[in-house]
């Protein structure tokens, strides 16, 4: 016995697919989605590279095929190249619930990265595993916003986690070389933004070496230039200030 299967049905699993609202009535084109980004941006010309099939749908997880009437009296036309490049232009990017998650589960990693990267256990100076910051953001329940990058979002995640464990931004260490003439009014205001300073050496020009919180490279870089006029010079060293050695702590 055969089995039918209604010809207005096209089953498509995995796929990200734009989504458009036009004449009262919803249509769906199943996407491959870096392909969509790019066929925005003007990198991608050919369609089919960007369609995994030129079918319009009402429904694309479902597999439902929208009516041709439909079609022509919401876009004036029956041609789905025309038709799919509007929904292509104008139309909201979806992705599937599998996909999705994976991209979740992708961004997770790259945050806990992020903060492995950036940290330290202040007391040790040692950094902390990818693995350890992903249990510990498991253990604070976060979750990861669509809507915000992994680097802002790791930002965040540093905060919250400084109240369940020992974590902090890893210093840079910076080298200063200021004018004798100014050398010791700059250095008044650099004071409050210095975590340590490690060495002062002041003879025809003060040369600092210090470390500071990485928040605050900015300010400082600001103020050396406006302070000096240009004349002062400001090196970074290293971006991380961590013991040496193999040895993270899990």
């Given at each position: 016995?055969?089995?039918?299967?209604?010809?207005?049905?096209?089953?498509?699993?995995?796929?990200?697919?734009?989504?458009?609202?036009?004449?009262?009535?919803?249509?769906?084109?199943?996407?491959?989605?870096?392909?969509?980004?790019?066929?925005?941006?003007?990198?991608?010309?050919?369609?089919?590279?960007?369609?995994?099939?030129?079918?319009?749908?009402?429904?694309?997880?479902?597999?439902?095929?929208?009516?041709?009437?439909?079609?022509?009296?919401?876009?004036?036309?029956?041609?789905?190249?025309?038709?799919?490049?509007?929904?292509?232009?104008?139309?909201?990017?979806?992705?599937?619930?599998?996909?999705?998650?994976?991209?979740?589960?992708?961004?997770?990693?790259?945050i806990a990265?992020?903060?492995?990267?950036?940290?330290?256990?202040?007391?040790?100076?040692?950094?902390?595993?990818?693995?350890?910051?992903?249990?510990?953001?498991?253990?604070?329940?976060?979750?990861?916003?669509?809507?915000?990058?992994?680097?802002?979002?790791?930002?965040?995640?540093?905060?919250?986690?400084?109240?369940?464990?020992?974590?902090?931004?890893?210093?840079?260490?910076?080298?200063?070389?200021?004018?004798?003439?100014?050398?010791?009014?700059?250095?008044?205001?650099?004071?409050?933004?210095?975590?340590?300073?490690?060495?002062?050496?002041?003879?025809?020009?003060?040369?600092?070496?210090?470390?500071?919180?990485?928040?605050?490279?900015?300010?400082?870089?600001?103020?050396v230039r406006?302070?000096?006029?240009?004349?002062?010079?400001?090196?970074?060293?290293?971006?991380?200030?961590?013991?040496?050695?193999?040895?993270?702590?899990?």
């Amino acid at each position: 016995m055969s089995i039918f299967t209604p010809t207005n049905q096209i089953r498509l699993t995995n796929v990200a697919y734009v989504r458009m609202k036009k004449g009262g009535k919803r249509f769906e084109i199943a996407c491959y989605k870096n392909k969509v980004m790019s066929w925005r941006s003007g990198a991608e010309k050919d369609l089919d590279e960007v369609l995994q099939t030129s079918t319009v749908f009402i429904n694309v997880s479902k597999g439902q095929v929208a009516k041709k009437e439909d079609l022509s009296k919401a876009f004036g036309t029956d041609d789905l190249t025309e038709i799919c490049k509007q929904i292509l232009a104008k139309g909201e990017l979806q992705v599937s619930d599998k996909e999705r998650q994976s991209q979740l589960e992708t961004s997770f990693r790259d945050i806990a990265t992020i903060v492995a990267e950036k940290c330290v256990n202040p007391e040790t100076k040692r950094p902390y595993t990818v693995n350890l910051i992903e249990r510990a953001m498991k253990d604070i329940h976060y979750s990861v916003k669509a809507n915000k990058s992994t680097k802002q979002q790791a930002l965040e995640v540093i905060r919250q986690l400084k109240e369940s464990i020992q974590i902090q931004r890893a210093h840079m260490r910076l080298r200063f070389i200021l004018p004798a003439k100014d050398g010791k009014r700059i250095k008044e205001k650099l004071k409050p933004l210095l975590k340590v300073v490690e060495s002062e050496d002041f003879d025809d020009q003060l040369e600092m070496v210090g470390l500071i919180d990485p928040g605050c490279f900015r300010e400082i870089d600001e103020l050396v230039r406006c302070e000096t006029k240009g004349k002062g010079t400001l090196e970074v060293l290293s971006l991380k200030d961590v013991e040496e050695g193999d040895e993270k702590l899990e």
